[in-house]
């Protein structure tokens, strides 16, 4: 059983993060800006309320914990940011940060020309700021000589199935669409991986 902290845990993705990972046996400490929002209760599971533009709580809330998923949906540039400089404060390291992208973030931008829906590779020239935002966040990630890896979703649906979910490098034809839970799956599952250190890949679904 490893300590798991789930940043950003109480939206529609992090709520999966969080049933795997207790899924999968491990001690979960969920960080979220509002402590209400997370419903869910378990004897493994342990809920902080954090501030990502002050850091406060972040010490609490990553204490004791190997591994830290940031699954947050804005300020992913300060959000990192923060987490970093927490994590290296401390005596002990951790396995893995990892952070979840967007297809069309960075290096796999010209990748999401290739995504299916016809939106898709717009995404970056209607939202600038959001994929500037989460550059910055991996840009952080690349500097901050702490073992981590990023994974940059292609669109994400409420599919109840999880699929098989692959992962591709960026000079590579995107895999498809995503359900929540299948990314959230692959996610946790992941962190029981060493091979995932340091690698930057698009998730998705494979073809049925």
């Known amino acids: 059983m490893a300590g798991v902290a789930i940043v950003g845990a109480s939206g529609l993705l992090g709520e999966k993060l ?18 209400t929002r997370v419903k869910r209760q378990a004897e493994q599971l342990t809920v902080f309320q954090i501030d990502t533009e002050t ?13 830290v998923i940031c699954a947050v949906g804005g300020e ?7 987490l970093v400089g927490e994590l290296r404060k401390r005596k002990k390291g951790i396995e893995r940060l990892v952070l979840l992208s967007r297809l069309g973030v ?31 966040a991996e840009g952080v990630l690349r500097t901050s ?11 994400l649906t409420d599919d ?41 890949v698009t998730v998705g679904a494979a073809a049925r």
């Open 18 to 35: 969080i049933a795997r990972a207790l899924e999968r046996g491990h001690r979960v400490s969920a960080l979220v800006r509002d402590a």
């Open 55 to 67: 850091g406060s709580g972040l010490e609490a809330g990553l204490e004791r914990c190997q591994f």
């Open 76 to 82: 992913v540039g300060r959000c990192v940011t923060q």
């Open 106 to 136: 960075a290096e796999s931008r010209p990748q999401s020309a290739l995504a299916s829906g016809p939106l898709q590779a717009l995404l970056p020239v209607l939202r600038p700021a959001i994929f500037r935002d989460i550059g910055e």
């Open 145 to 155: 000589q702490l073992p981590y890896c990023i994974f940059r979703a292609t669109r």
């Open 160 to 200: 109840p199935v999880v699929g098989t979910v692959v992962a591709v490098p960026s000079a590579h034809a995107p895999p498809h669409r995503v359900s929540r839970k299948g990314l959230a799956h692959f996610i946790v599952d992941s962190l029981e991986q060493s091979e995932w250190v340091g690698r930057e």
